[in-house]
């Protein structure tokens, strides 16, 4: 193929000095409580420039200046101070980042709890009263905890921020946040508050994972510690201690899993304000750290996105109605409840209908294995007080649903405006748009990201319902996907060192991360635990930050080593396989191998990159051992056949690049000959969604490519949503007796094929993060137009085309200080400013 080369140059209409936007420090825009003592700064440019220059300020005192050719760099002037702000400017813009505790001996608080067991079922309150006299310059809270928790202080919840902190190994690793809480406090007398949710770290409810067994399991447990300094320059820092009291509320159960339950009998109104009697509360007991690494979240938080109104309510009776919010989402539903006292209403959420129109979650509830009728699955339970009418919204869990129904026990009068639906998720930003002339292309890509926003916590998960699990093959697969829609790089940052935590001495990762000890044994193979190499290649890719690899780079060494012990042959039969094929199975000897090769590819690769040239010698050699094992075994050669010739067979080894460049053609052959002999239908699994489409449109068979992913024919992406789908499910088949969550991301991959192939947006390897881009559309028969947009670290890459008659006019918009190659079928070179128009037809490729 040939290819144009497009120079993104921005003229200056004025003699103004050149200026710069989006600066961010760790990918985030001004953070406070960051720990990293070499944060990364970043940022996108408003016109093209050769060098940016950087300055590091505190109090006015520059501290590091330096230039750069690049968008981004490391800060590494002075070592950097605990609980200090910096200011820092790029050619004239300013930004600020503040550092947190930066060490755990900067902590003066103990960690405190109440004194019930684990078993105890209400959330404990705790309280702190004090007086300040002096006028307040800044004040920060630092909180780390066990569990979740809501800090509030004088009556107010402080931020908006959900489920915090985030999951993880809590015996490894501990999440502290911080928050500007200089405008809560005042004169006088003011009370902390704190509510502390049980989350992950005392899992009362029972199921298939085990997580009630986790070896950090305790009542939840937190560390506060509440820094002021004053306008005369001093400090004092209000801290948890023996001096703290605690009792408990209205939250009388609540369960990351199943739901959450309130009495509104047992509510202790105002017992965050200064002027509550307190006296009947009960001293705090000290407690150990849950573990000693206690470090930032520096990432995006779980945020309230959308509020929804329901679509439909059907009342059955006085005592029961059903809700429809007509799309299934993940987060909560908000309920304003009036009856007389004692009476209990029931919440059960749910993704589909019984015939007769009641909640059905025989779906979804299938790995719960409550011991008792008290926690009922993905259902809320509210006692009345007989005084309202009063709001009601989970604090400390999420479920997905589309559903609601409501039961209770008295009658009770409900509208359509009695209950929201609270969409919610880590609290990425959108940066890329897709739109084509076929509207159920659309609605393939909405529905995508809809699953991708519901399965990411703090961490990818399979599915918000049933599981709520990090399973590592899901999430690798949708990596694509989420990048090229989403700014989700501290979410994966923070994932990967998850991964960190759990990976054994021996290399070996559970097939779910984090985990309480399930998936040593099970699911656990290369085609799941790809994830620590597969995500910071790809996060490198599109961020042009080896951060991740670099982070990563010992423990991806470690479990390449581990599968090339398992496999002395250069075959790898170790792995889970195609999960949820059509009907044809792959052998997972075949799959395993795929990755096993792509993962030592990335290592030697990342091995090149950081300057370790022994082991990129040593694992360049390894990949071709493994390569030339592959295809021994299963490769004909006169045909270009692997194995059987299944789908997933031949994309697998297209895709991830196993089949020998002479014999490309034939391969590609071979599976285009395979979709049309099973007319034109997918008979993949999970693995196989992933390649498919790649393999057949980066191969000259965009056509077939298009037919399958704008199929509407069982099974297909596009069958789904004519039955009425909003997110992807599980299962091909969508009344399947087993697998049929129906918010699954793990389809998500035809996601990133949108980018990849239809607006032909792909990063390139030698430059990457989007410095150098590679634009290389295809233009399949029955699509007549596409508009795609993707913000890189440079900024907005647009890809549009349109049929005009017999050609294709094709327009290209690149950011400042970036270049592209538009692969096509001829090399033209562009110097131009602004946008750039291709005409493209059989013949010719003519720039106008």
Not at 172 to 190: E, H, I, K, S
Request: glycine share 6%; net charge neutral.
């Amino acid at each position: 193929m040939k290819y144009i080369t497009l120079l993104a140059l921005c003229c200056c209409l004025q003699a103004t000095a050149q200026t710069s936007k989006n600066l961010r420090c760790d990918y985030l825009t001004n953070p406070i409580g960051i720990d990293n003592p070499h944060p990364r700064l970043s940022w996108q440019y408003n016109s093209t420039t050769a060098n940016a220059h950087i300055q590091v300020y505190q109090n006015n005192q520059l501290r590091w200046d330096t230039t750069t050719p690049n968008n981004y760099i490391s800060y590494s002037g002075p070592a950097l101070q605990p609980f200090t702000t910096y200011q820092w400017k790029i050619n004239g813009t300013t930004a600020s980042f503040e550092t947190g505790m930066m060490q755990p001996h900067n902590w003066q608080g103990t960690w405190i709890s109440d004194h019930h067991p684990i078993s105890h079922k209400p959330a404990p309150l705790f309280r702190k009263t004090f007086n300040n006299n002096k006028t307040i310059a800044a004040a920060r809270a630092y909180i780390a905890a066990g569990g979740l928790y809501e800090l509030h202080i004088n009556g107010k919840k402080i931020g908006h921020h959900l489920l915090d902190p985030m999951y993880t190994r809590f015996d490894r690793r501990t999440l502290y946040v911080t928050y500007d809480v200089t405008n809560n406090l005042q004169n006088g007398n003011n009370t902390i508050g704190v509510i502390l949710g049980n989350g992950w770290y005392n899992h009362q409810s029972t199921a298939v994972w085990n997580f009630d067994k986790a070896p950090w399991r305790n009542r939840p447990t937190f560390c506060l510690d509440l820094r002021i300094t004053f306008t005369d320059g001093t400090t004092t820092t209000i801290s948890t201690g023996k001096d703290w009291k605690t009792a408990t509320g209205e939250i009388v159960f609540n369960s990351i899993y199943t739901g959450e339950h309130h009495d509104l009998r047992q509510q202790q109104a105002s017992w965050d304000l200064p002027a509550f009697n307190d006296s009947a509360w009960q001293p705090v007991t000290l407690r150990a750290a849950p573990s000693n690494n206690i470090v930032a979240q520096a990432m995006v938080p779980i945020t309230a996105d959308t509020v929804l109104q329901p679509a439909t309510i059907h009342r059955f009776s006085d005592t029961n109605y059903i809700f429809d919010l007509g799309r299934n989402i993940a987060g909560v539903s908000s309920i304003t409840l009036n009856g007389p006292a004692g009476t209990v209403v029931q919440l059960k959420h749910a993704e589909q209908l019984y015939p007769n129109g009641h909640a059905d979650i025989s779906n979804i509830d299938v790995h719960y294995r409550p011991t008792d009728n008290t926690d009922p699955f993905q259902t809320d339970i509210y006692i009345l007080d007989g005084k309202g009418p009063h709001t009601f919204t989970p604090a400390f869990n999420y479920k997905g649903f589309q559903f609601i129904e409501v039961t209770s026990s008295q009658p009770i009068t409900l509208t359509k405006e009695s209950l929201q639906g609270i969409v919610m998720h880590s609290n990425v930003k959108p940066i890329g748009n897709f739109q084509s002339s076929n509207t159920l292309l659309n609605k393939i890509w909405a529905a995508t990201n809809n699953s991708y926003l519901a399965n990411l916590y703090g961490y990818p998960t399979d599915c918000p319902q049933r599981e709520k699990n990090g399973w590592t093959g899901d999430a690798h697969i949708a990596s694509e996907t989420g990048l090229y829609n989403f700014d989700a790089i501290t979410v994966y940052e923070k994932w990967m060192n998850d991964h960190l935590d759990e990976q054994q001495p021996n290399g070996v990762f559970p097939s779910i991360i984090p985990t309480g000890g399930w998936g040593y044994e099970w699911g656990n193979g290369p085609d799941w635990t790809s994830t620590i190499a597969i995500i910071p290649w790809n996060l490198y890719l599109f961020y042009g930050d080896t951060t991740a690899l670099s982070h990563c780079y010992p423990a991806i060494k470690r479990y390449v080593d581990q599968l090339t012990a398992r496999s002395p042959d250069g075959l790898c039969a170790w792995g889970l396989g195609d999960w949820v094929p059509v009907k044809s199975v792959t052998p997972v000897t075949f799959t395993s191998t795929a990755y096993y090769f792509t993962d030592v590819t990335i290592l030697a690769k990342t091995a090149k990159l950081l300057g370790y040239e022994d082991d990129h010698r040593h694992y360049t050699q390894l990949a071709d051992v493994i390569k030339t094992a592959f295809n021994k075994k299963y490769l004909d050669p006169r045909s270009g056949i692997y194995d059987k010739g299944l789908q997933t067979e031949q994309s697998v080894a297209l895709h991830w690049n196993l089949v020998p460049d002479t014999l490309r053609s034939k391969a590609a052959a071979a599976l285009a000959a395979r979709v049309k002999a099973d007319s034109l239908k997918l008979d993949v699994g999970l693995l196989g969604t992933k390649t498919i489409l790649n393999a057949l449109s980066d191969n000259g068979y965009i056509d077939l490519a298009y037919q399958l992913a704008a199929s509407e024919k069982e099974p297909s992406w596009g069958w789904w949503i004519k039955n009425g789908a909003t997110t992807l499910y599980e299962n091909w088949p969508i009344n399947a007796k087993s697998d049929l969550s129906r918010n699954h991301i793990m389809f998500g991959e035809i996601g990133a094929w949108l980018y990849k192939a239809l607006a032909g947006i792909k990063p390139d390897e030698k430059s990457p993060g989007f410095k150098s881009i590679i634009i290389s559309p295809k233009f399949p028969a029955g699509l007549n137009n596409v508009q795609c947009t993707h913000t890189s670290m440079y900024g907005d890459i647009t890809v549009a085309w349109e049929r005009k008659g017999k050609d294709v006019l094709l327009t290209v918009e690149l950011p400042a200080n970036t270049t592209a190659r538009v692969i096509l079928s001829k090399e033209v070179q562009l110097n131009k400013a602004g946008k750039h128009l291709i005409r493209i037809n059989k013949e010719n490729v003519q720039l106008l």
